[in-house]
């Protein structure tokens, strides 16, 4: 690689640590944020869901605007955004300013994620030099997603929750800067037709609703109008997004793509995966503070060693794995990791928030089974479909996996308990966390079957032809 080519890697990968750190970051600041501003867990959780419900419902637009105006001008005009909401949320003096940001922050992301991973593919033409750098790249993200609730315990605990965004400016800045003099300008020359923003708005919309009424159920008698009036809206987005996408000569989403099982059953799983993952996160910060009572920044540190352990299964196990499992029996394998993690959780509360349980869930989950899942299911993505929707097909899997964890997110905090001095979490709460885990477990186990099933008979209609008579 020369060193241009290895500055432009740099860039890319420092912009793309710095975006999956904030999904996992803010966790371990949740009880500094509700202590100042006296908010609940089903108020707080609005940061998390905002934020991962922007990301994933702009993701593909990120993506089309990027082909259509250019990846540098989408990527610098991504980093400014994110930089001013980071700065925005540090300084945020009400929680509603701070959600605010900390949506905008996730639409930012948005922009970000696909037009680094573009400029990197752009960047490095060369099929052996290509696969290298995507590597370098995806390990920036992995481990800044890794190492985000560790780093955001250390600076909660000694800086102050505010921290946790105000980081981001400095490295923002850097990345704005030596991006506009070492990025290509990549303008396309010929014309392409604009992405349909309309229907990405009318997508996060609908879940915006879904969300807000799923919160609202806890108190139904009094918010009976205001849930009935979010199910209307979220069926007149659905009915209207439906419309968009079979209409349009150029639809935001192919839904082509879902007559193939393998996607469907991708993206399904990837629902259930990002609920599950996003509502770990949360539960745990939880445990670790406000029921076991250490500190962010001891909480944090004993998170470290499966981070670690994350990107040791990533470099060293996983593609062995692989080679001796097919794509189907990896992710049942990762989908097990995650069921058992959830039940040893459940194990470790009832026995009097047992810390070696505890570690032993993380360990699975953190771990072993997120890695192995995600890699697994973004294979079984793309499989069996046409070549020219491989990149929609990704897509879509980071747009589920971020819309589940929104939805399934709002979903769990209604069942974790509340009290005037802590929140912890109720035995409920774990229950319906690990049957995330349990539905994505079964999801696969019949597509498996049916798929052997299928494969099985063609087998068997081949073998029992009449042989041809020449």
Known sequence: MSLKKNNILIIASMAIFVEALDIAIINLTIPAIQKQFLVSNDQVQWLQTLYVLLYGGFLIIGGKLSDVMGSKRIFIAGA???LLTSLGAGLAGTFAFLSLSRAIQGLAAALIMPSALSIVTHTFTEERERSKAIGI???????????????????????GWHWVFLINVPILAFI?????????????????????????????????????????????????????LCAAGVIVCTRLLHVRLTSRANPLIDLLVFK?????????????????FTGYLFIISQLLQKDMHYSAAKAGLLLVP????????????????????????TGLLGMTCMLTGGLVLICAVFAGHSLPLLLLSAAFISGLGMTICFTSLSVLAVKGIPKQHYGLASSLGTTTYFLGAGVGLSILTLFMQNGKDEASVSALSLIILSGYALIGLLWLVIYLVNSTAKNTHISLSKSQRLPDVF
């Open 137 to 159: 790249f995806s390990s920036f993200a992995a481990v800044g997603s890794g190492s985000g609730l560790s780093i955001g315990g250390i600076i909660s605990t000694y800086m």
């Open 260 to 276: 193939v099982p393998s996607v469907i059953t991708a993206n399904g799983v990837f629902i259930l995966l990002g609920a599950f």
């Open 176 to 228: 704005m800067i030596a991006g506009w003099f070492y990025l290509a300008n990549d303008t396309p020359e010929q014309k392409q037709p604009s992405p349909d923003l309309f229907s990405g708005i009318v997508l996060v919309l609908g879940l915006l609703m879904l969300s807000y009424g799923v919160h609202q159920l806890a108190d139904i008698k009094q918010q009976y109008a205001v849930i009935m």
């Open 306 to 329: 499966f981070s670690l352990l994350s990107a040791i299964v990533a470099k060293f196990m996983l593609p062995g794995i692989m080679k001796r499992l097919t794509t189907e029996q």
């Open 80 to 82: 400014a955004l994110f």
